[in-house]
């Protein structure tokens, strides 16, 4: 089996001042493009948007904006900062598989993503303002660590996390087989489904209300209750209480779980 690689180290170099440095791209085809690709992207400081255009190749332009400032060490006295301030992005295809990993401590490398617009998507983002997906059909994972979630004009299934970032989905049209979930410790969900969508809904709130203009029809709460070991004799147990709803007679799961903020569920036109 072929690897195909690409690889850009974007080097700022030693000096006073280190200004952005951008439109560094990378462009990569899927093996088989007959068949819905899949394209997986994981940076640790920066942003994530996505976007599809007619083509088959994947295009990634980088965009840096200088040093990440939140976690830079104070030097000792009498010790200054040489701000090398490196990044690396890195870019590979196997088995119908894309990989792109941006890599950097001490610099925020945002990513413009285009795709073919039926392209799996798994996206990850540990400090970055957002990951943005418009107008792609596929099945979506996306993860934010620090950073909102936007999906606007999709189409296909999502399981969707942020820890601390609010979460906005529009959906064009869902897949009717495929469950989907939206999680989210501190911020609000905010999702908009097909008029038509069947459903059955699992809530969870702990500070916060569930609200929807879905006509629903409630279901008795169910408790999951989980019991551990701690060690010494210790035991802990956990429980957990979800409301349940079904939207138009019910189908596959749609999750929906927050601890501080509001979900809204909308119906859409």
Wanted: with cysteine.
């Amino acid at each position: 089996m072929k690897l195909k690689i690409a690889w850009v180290a974007l080097l700022l170099g030693v000096a006073s001042s280190v200004g952005a440095q951008e439109g560094e791209t990378l462009r990569m085809s899927f093996r088989d493009p007959s068949q819905p690709g899949l394209l997986k992207v994981h940076v640790m400081h920066g942003s994530i948007a996505v976007k599809p255009h007619e083509g088959n190749e994947v295009v990634v332009r980088s965009k840096g904006e200088g040093a990440n400032q939140e976690r830079e060490e104070q030097p000792e006295a009498g010790m200054r900062r040489i701000p090398t301030g490196g990044a690396s992005l890195t870019m590979e295809e196997n088995n119908n598989v894309i990989s792109v990993n941006g890599r950097g401590k001490s610099r925020r490398t945002d990513l413009e993503i285009l795709v073919p617009p039926r392209t799996n998507l798994n996206l990850t983002s540990v400090n970055g303002r957002a990951i943005e997906v418009v107008g792609v059909a596929g099945d979506l994972e996306i993860k934010a660590t620090n950073g909102r979630v936007r999906l606007e004009d999709v189409t296909g299934a999502a399981v969707v996390h942020s820890m601390n970032g609010r979460i906005e989905a529009k959906f064009k049209s869902v897949d009717p087989a495929k469950p989907m979930s939206f999680s989210c410790y501190n911020g609000r969900i905010d999702v908009t489904l097909p008029a038509g969508v069947k459903a059955n809904l699992k809530l969870q709130t702990l500070n916060g209300d569930v609200f929807t203009d879905f006509p629903v029809e409630l279901g008795p709460d169910s408790v999951a209750k989980e019991e551990s070991e701690e060690g010494k004799g210790a035991k802990r147990v956990r429980w957990e209480s979800t409301t349940e709803a079904k939207v138009n007679g019910g189908g596959p799961d749609y999750t929906f779980k927050t601890y501080n903020g509001r979900i809204y569920i909308r119906k859409g036109n």
